[in-house]
């Protein structure tokens, strides 16, 4: 049987989605990652953090880009090392993590999680 992974994203913003209309309050939102979270090359208004908070306040979702931590070149290391406290200062309802490319051309990525 194929697995689908789109179906734990889907999951996670149908939550969001609940949460907010029975809280009736804004969703603190921090994106963790490196490039392609801070959108490196592309305007602040174009990164994907900022894109996914302006598409789910268009379709009701009370959503808040609280904090977006994310550095170009930061590996799995890095973000342990100086993401998770901005994160944890935050104090967030919903977090995304994408995929750190620089981890995996290190090496770490597979050490840090055996």
Known sequence: ???NNAIVPCLGLVLLLLYSMKEDKKI???ALGDSYT????AKRDESWPTLLTKHL???GVSVELVA???R?????Q?????ELSVCEENKPDFVTLL???YSLYCGIFCTLFK
């Open 1 to 3: 049987m194929k697995r």
């Open 28 to 30: 603190r939102y921090v």
């Open 38 to 41: 801070i959108g490196e090359g």
């Open 57 to 59: 306040n268009e379709k």
């Open 68 to 70: 977006n931590p994310s």
């Open 72 to 76: 170009t070149g930061w590996t799995t």
């Open 78 to 82: 890095d973000l342990i090392d100086r």
């Open 99 to 101: 995929k750190l490319k």
